[in-house]
């Protein structure tokens, strides 16, 4: 058989296909030769064949056929052989396949081999790919080269206990011993390792953490020596010694700082050395930068020291580069809240950074934005967003509005200055406003009696020829039927009246009924407030008669329904009109726990604040559902009160769920179905009576580690007698420190009524790393099934 082609050959005749067919046709008849190598048992191209096969599946081409190649390469004597043996290895294998099982014994025997470099590859195939079984066997060994004086095997032995630590934790204090003499290290490259080791380690485990902390003054010095050094080739970068190390020791001085007074103040004189010291002109320098400033706000730093830490993330405001930018931003966003003070000082730069032309730093300059304002600046950031609100991206309005909106009701310096933002925000961006907008602004009119006559006048001239903004006209609609007294007789005192007859006034209500741009919603409006017009108006009832009597016939169910019964007041009990549409009370806003509730009466949306009075007694929730069901209209879910006084009342469905805040109505008790890793899943449950034999699980995912969670995703699986149905989830991104969650909804159908089991598959990336889990969850409460 002719000897195989040499990979450069390969690569070099892949490379000239010139179609993806060609290429194929080229891979598969190289396969075919390397297979039939392999069944020939040809040892002296096993080698080139195997390296072939591996670029061929870096190209996307299978290449599992050669797993078996790559083990016999491992237990061969020749290094070039070994060498490539592991690269398959690494490569080809991984732990979910029983074959990698074979390599346990070559690895340990190569970590014994008197030749430094085959232990170097032994260790790095460990590492890299080494499951629970291997670690376990192997760790012993590890152990051995972490404490050899060969700095070389150290670098590699340290990088592999991290990989054994993250598969089995319980062998954390095996290496305990060996870790005491690695910061006195001179290599850069076993010091680097170690940090990493003890980070790794810290973060695992508290007992770890409070043993290491009194190694704080010996990473200070190592540090300082770092920053005191002189040039150094071999470890220079930019000017900078060595930064990765840098940055691995500020990461770990970080974890060891953190809610601890005294490593704390022992780590602030060198902090606060690298702070001032680093050069910023280079993007090395401004790395270090931002992981000194991430320690800063992590530990119990001074406040000068954190005054100086946010001056660095207002100079990376000013920088070029836009993802030193946008990180400074994310960075201020996190700090905002403790460091309110010194972050102003950087306002105007925020501000000009709602400018620039990249989506995400706009985003997190918006946000920023919002998170500045207070009552002393609230006029000069709002003039700031609305302008930003006015020239921005569609896919920002919506946040934008609804920042101003929350800004604007918590810090407005007078009435007409809230109104006057509102009514801007619904000019400019009235189509992204959310649902609550207008019945907001109702509300907040209404209760300013004196900016009646102002606020009528300044909405009409709004909407004079211009219905594209619904929720502005909806909201004008309701002011003109409720003060259009007030706009016809001009006693506006706060700009020049202007002069408006009552036909006119009705001309503009008439045409928002008949305009195309006009939602069913908004036409409802405008019938109602040509309806109140009748008991305001003079001259025009019987304008206003007609007008409604030919919306009695109209194609629209819900325009027609209000037609018909204004119809009736003017005839059968045309006494009572006057009294029914009479002017709208001030509303006296009540402060509660719970939202504000929106009641719909004759076309008007008018705001209602429900007020919750602690319950005298335990019967006092069912009647609290009872009224919220019945303000909801017809609903098929029946409350379950339970007995307890003190515990809460049972569901009434999602709406009421949405009504109440946090209330878990249910009455069947929350179970957690996972905690490990710093990953807790928990189990809520709601059942239906229009079908008895669905469950409903809402699952909530939350992270309690320092870093997100990513790539989440959860699976589940029931016995054949249930049928599950899994939804979307929220997000597939946990965020750290339990600062949010991702929640997904489980349909289980059990129409036998047998007890739940579950058995549940967790994947996700985590600190670099794919995780992946199985657990089985058998604790379901009896409410859910039975």
């Not at 009370?585 to 602690?614: D, F, H, S, Y």
């Amino acid at each position: 058989m002719p000897a195989p082609i040499r990979l450069r050959e390969l690569i070099r005749t892949i490379r000239t296909a010139r179609t993806q067919a060609e290429e194929r046709e080229m891979i598969q008849k190289e396969c075919a030769a390397i297979r039939s190598s392999f069944r020939e048992e040809d040892n002296t191209y096993r080698c080139r064949n195997v390296a072939k096969l591996l670029y061929m599946h870096m190209l996307g081409y299978p290449a599992h056929f050669g797993q078996l190649e790559c083990l016999k390469l491992i237990a061969s004597q020749k290094f070039t052989d070994k060498r490539i043996g592991y690269l398959g290895a690494m490569l080809l294998l991984d732990e979910r396949q029983d074959v990698h099982l074979l390599m346990t014994n070559c690895i340990k025997n190569d970590l014994n081999h008197s030749t430094q470099y085959v232990q170097g590859l032994a260790l790095c195939t460990l590492g890299c790919m080494g499951s629970s079984e291997m670690c376990r066997d192997l760790a012993g060994e590890v152990e051995k080269l972490l404490k050899t004086s060969n700095s070389y095997l150290r670098k590699k032995a340290a990088l592999c206990a991290v990989h054994v630590i993250r598969k089995v934790p319980e062998l954390m204090e095996m290496f305990l011993p060996a870790t005491k003499n690695l910061l006195n290290e001179k290599n850069h490259g076993v010091l680097h390792t170690s940090v990493v080791l003890l980070t790794e380690m810290c973060e695992r485990s508290p007992d770890m953490l409070a043993h290491f902390r009194k190694l704080v003054p010996q990473l200070v010095r190592i540090l300082k020596n770092l920053i005191m050094s002189g040039y150094s080739p071999e470890h220079d970068v930019s000017g900078i010694s060595d930064p990765f190390l840098q940055v691995r020791i500020l990461r770990l001085l970080r974890i060891l700082g953190r809610n601890d007074d005294d490593s704390s103040e022992a780590m602030n004189d060198i902090l606060a050395q690298v702070a001032t010291n680093t050069e910023t002109s280079k993007n090395v320098g401004n790395a270090i930068l931002y992981e000194t400033v991430l320690t800063i706000m992590d530990i119990k730093s001074e406040s000068g020291l954190r005054v100086l830490a946010i001056n660095i993330l207002g100079r990376f405001l000013l920088n070029n580069d836009k993802n030193i930018r946008y990180v400074a931003l994310t960075s201020l966003l996190k700090t905002v809240q403790t460091d309110h003070n010194a972050v102003q000082r950087h306002r105007s730069t925020i501000v000009d950074c709602l400018k620039d032309l990249d989506v995400s730093i706009k985003r997190r300059a918006m946000e920023l934005s919002f998170a500045l304002v207070n009552g002393n600046n609230v006029r000069g950031m709002m003039k700031e967003l609305l302008y930003f609100l006015d020239s921005c991206e569609p896919e920002f309005k919506a946040d934008c509005a609804s920042g101003i909106f929350l800004a604007a009701e918590k810090y407005a310096p007078s009435k007409r200055w809230h109104i006057d933002t509102i009514m801007r925000v619904l000019t400019t961006a009235g189509s992204y406003v959310r649902d609550d907008a207008v019945p907001n602004l109702i509300q907040l009119i209404t209760n300013s009696v004196e900016m009646h006559a102002y606020t009528v006048q300044r909405l009409y001239k709004a909407i004079l020829g211009d219905y594209s903004q619904q929720p502005l006209v909806q909201v004008a609609s309701w002011c003109v039927g409720e003060y259009g007294d007030l706009l016809v007789s001009g006693q506006c005192e706060e700009e020049e009246p202007i002069q408006v007859t009552e036909d006119e006034v009705l001309d503009i209500l008439e045409s928002v009924l008949i305009s195309n741009m006009s939602a069913s919603v908004t036409r409802g409006y405008a019938l109602t407030a040509i309806m109140k017009l009748s008991t305001r108006f003079t001259c025009t009832v019987n304008r206003i008669k007609k007008v409604v009597s030919i919306y009695g016939s109209s194609i629209d169910v819900e325009l027609q329904q209000r037609a018909v019964e204004y119809n009736a007041l003017f005839k059968k009990y045309d006494h009572m009109r006057p009294a029914l549409l009479e002017r709208m009370p001030v509303m006296e806003k009540v402060t509660t726990n719970g939202p504000t509730e929106i009641v719909q009466t004759n076309g008007e949306t008018e705001p209602a604040v429900l007020e919750t009075k602690p319950p005298p007694s335990g019967l006092q929730p069912a009647s609290q559902a009872n009224d919220l069901l019945d303000l909801l209209g017809g609903s098929d879910i029946t409350p379950v009160i339970p007995t307890a006084p003190t515990s809460k009342p049972a569901s009434a469905g999602g709406e009421l769920l949405d009504l109440l805040g946090d209330l878990n109505l249910t009455g069947i008790p929350s179970i957690t179905a996972y905690n490990k890793n710093g990953l807790k899943i928990d189990f809520t449950f709601e059942r239906s009576n229009t079908n008895p034999s669905v469950t409903v699980i809402t699952i909530q995912a939350s992270n309690s580690t320092e870093l997100d969670m990513t790539d989440f995703v959860f699976q589940a699986a029931v016995p054949k007698t249930f049928q599950l149905q899994l939804l979307s989830p929220s997000s597939s991104v946990i965020p750290a420190f339990n600062s949010g969650t991702i929640t997904q909804v489980i349909k289980v159908l059990n129409p036998q009524k047998q007890q739940l089991r579950m058995r549940i598959k967790l994947t996700y990336n985590h600190k670099g790393s794919a995780m992946q889990d199985l657990a089985e969850v058998n604790n379901f409460p009896a409410q859910s099934w039975q």
